[in-house]
């Protein structure tokens, strides 16, 4: 529960310091939400997610990005029907999981100390 509020804290924290650095005069709540969270490359993976690998046109520049994440999202949208929301809890995920490798790895190589 206290990792829930956390991540909840800092999403609140980043859209009003995205708001004050990017926010747009009358822009829209969900536009400066969905804008701090779609910057560089998170904008190509939802692309990618979104309509797929293609070998020619704009998205056929996306080649060189590996698949796992955005088919991974693809399947997830099917649940919860936002390419947004599914990339973000996919992120929270796999960021979950890697610390808790780190976590292990810390405590093969030098204990609990």
Do not use: C
């Amino acid at each position: 529960m206290a990792v829930l509020s956390i991540r909840f804290a800092i999403v609140v924290a980043a859209y009003f310091l995205g708001y004050i650095l990017v926010g747009r005069e009358g822009a829209d709540f969900r536009d400066n939400f969905k804008e701090l969270f779609i910057r560089w490359d998170g904008a190509n993976f939802l692309r990618l997610a979104e309509h797929g690998y293609q070998k020619e046109g704009e998205l056929g520049l996306y080649l060189v990005y590996l698949p796992v994440y955005p088919y991974t999202v693809m399947v997830l949208n099917f649940f919860v029907h936002s390419f947004l929301i599914s990339s973000l809890v996919v992120s929270a995920v796999a960021a979950l999981a890697a610390g808790a490798l780190l976590q292990q790895l810390v405590v093969v190589d030098g204990g609990d100390d």
